[in-house]
């Protein structure tokens, strides 16, 4: 998908800007399409999967529409329309009926295009010979141009996708036509609707996944049964609630839509435990006493995520370190019982995951604080190891302790996933090759943990269960 980097680089795929100007006005009534029985199997699971992939950005890693309408197109004026466009004054449809009249081009030049500016994801022919020998179809969804996609497939010998996107047709003397078949009549903004595109195949498939990266896949995300999010689109969704799986090309996608979860490390404080508020009165004593200015409940949150003896190392005078740490866990050992409760929907999730998942836990806090805890809320018996600082393993973000997990889990990275709520925890999963699923909450945004590289962002912990359910079983 193209995106909005300059306002002269050309047309480029519907949906106004996200903090302003217009958005498609679609709602939920049907588009008038006219619907094409369609021929599909059922894969071994008997369940009748669709996935469609949007192109520029994601089956082809770079964008072609603002460069190929740049390249070919006569003055000047498209500038104007863009600048409407950018304004949310218009849609990508009427910026395509604007400059088509002024583009000149043939078909060679058109591939001799693609050749410099088209480039096909390394992994999509493993992905679509993948899927086909699931029984699963696979669409293009684009608000580019269908010559543009056919010529890129057409290089790499690929064909028999069924692709829905503008119509580029040429008119001889380098004169070219745009049209946008595929258009919500009612609507008219998207050249491609793929949101209708989604509602066109709702019953005729049984789950209906989208792939896709930016800008005109947001409204098709909000009706597909899963996303899997490229780029600025896992951002949107995260940003939205919308659920969606990271992906960062199609080599990992078939391994990310079938895998088994095995394993499940958590984090402890502010995952499985409220101890924001014991953590930021011990800090407080100790900095009173010794003296240093105190911290905000969110400051203690994101200034002390790693271990305690790190941050204190790194916060206080070298000559005070030991001393506060004394003071800290003196304060804390008196307090941390009286003030520390489960978050909402812990002992629901953990439940409906025993018999099914390994689980344990992987925290910065000191391993002894870590048992107990578990041990006053009834954790202990669900969890295969709890691990914590100073139990002999480097604290996170560092992945030590992860690796010890997965030994005493007997699982793979692969099949093991760490769910915190911060950013170290996203980098502790990936410094140990594991993927995080983070839980946004009042500290740390949804969208701060997907800027961060999440490969889910959770609103509650209680998405997890189905979360970790393979999408193709």
């Excluded at 503008?166 to 004169?175: A, D, H, I, K, S």
């Amino acid at each position: 998908m193209p995106r909005r980097e300059r306002e002269d680089t050309g047309p480029r795929s519907c949906f106004a800007v996200p903090f302003g100007g217009r958005v498609c006005s679609r709602t939920t009534r049907s588009c008038t399409y006219e619907i094409v029985p369609v021929m599909n199997t059922r894969n071994a699971t008997g369940t009748n999967f669709l996935i469609l992939c949007d192109f520029d950005g994601t089956v082809s890693t770079k964008d072609t529409v603002n460069r190929l309408v740049r390249e070919h197109i006569l003055g000047s004026e498209w500038r104007f329309h863009v600048k409407r466009y950018m304004r949310g004054e218009i849609g990508s449809k009427e910026v395509y009926e604007e400059v088509g009249p002024t583009m000149r081009m043939d078909p060679a030049q058109l591939r001799e295009f693609v050749q410099r500016h088209a480039e096909l994801d390394p992994g999509f022919p493993a992905f679509l010979e993948w899927a086909r020998e699931l029984g699963i179809d696979v669409k293009i969804v684009s608000d580019g141009f269908d010559a543009t996609i056919h010529a890129l497939l057409d290089m790499h010998g690929i064909g028999d996708v069924e692709i829905f996107a503008n119509r580029l047709e040429f008119r001889g003397n380098g004169r070219v036509t745009l049209g946008s078949p595929h258009s919500d009549s009612e609507c008219g903004r998207c050249g491609t609707c793929k949101r209708g595109i989604v509602e066109r195949f709702r019953n005729l498939y049984d789950k209906i996944v989208l792939i896709g990266d930016g800008e005109s896949d947001r409204h098709a995300a909000a009706e597909a049964d899963v996303v899997v999010a490229l780029n600025e689109l896992f951002v949107y969704c995260a940003r939205r609630g919308i659920p969606a799986i990271r992906a960062d090309g199609f080599g990992e996608i078939p391994h990310l839509l079938t895998r088994r979860i095995d394993a499940i490390a958590f984090d402890m404080d502010g995952t499985l435990i409220d101890s924001l508020e014991t953590i930021t009165d011990s800090f407080n004593h100790m900095f009173t006493v010794l003296g240093y200015p105190l911290m905000t409940v969110e400051e203690v949150a994101r200034k002390t995520s790693i271990s305690l003896k790190d941050f204190v190392h790194s916060y206080l005078k070298p000559e005070e370190a030991e001393r506060g740490i004394s003071i800290f866990r003196d304060y804390y050992d008196a307090v941390y019982l009286e003030k520390t409760s489960l978050m909402p929907g812990v002992t629901e999730t953990l439940e409906s995951l025993d018999g099914k998942i390994v689980k344990g836990v992987v925290t910065n806090k000191r391993g002894h604080y870590a048992r107990r805890l578990a041990d006053e809320f009834s954790l202990t018996d669900g969890m295969a190891r709890i691990i914590g600082a100073q139990d002999g393993f480097r604290a996170k973000p560092a992945g030590d302790m992860f690796v010890e997990f997965m030994r005493s889990a007997g699982t793979t990275c692969e099949n093991t996933v760490y769910v915190g709520d911060s950013p170290i925890d996203v980098h502790a999963a990936r410094n140990a090759c594991i993927d995080a699923f983070a839980v946004a909450g009042p500290i740390f945004s949804a969208e701060e943990l997907a800027l961060n590289g999440a490969r889910r962002v959770l609103r509650s912990i209680e998405e997890l269960p189905e979360a970790i359910l393979p999408v193709i079983p």
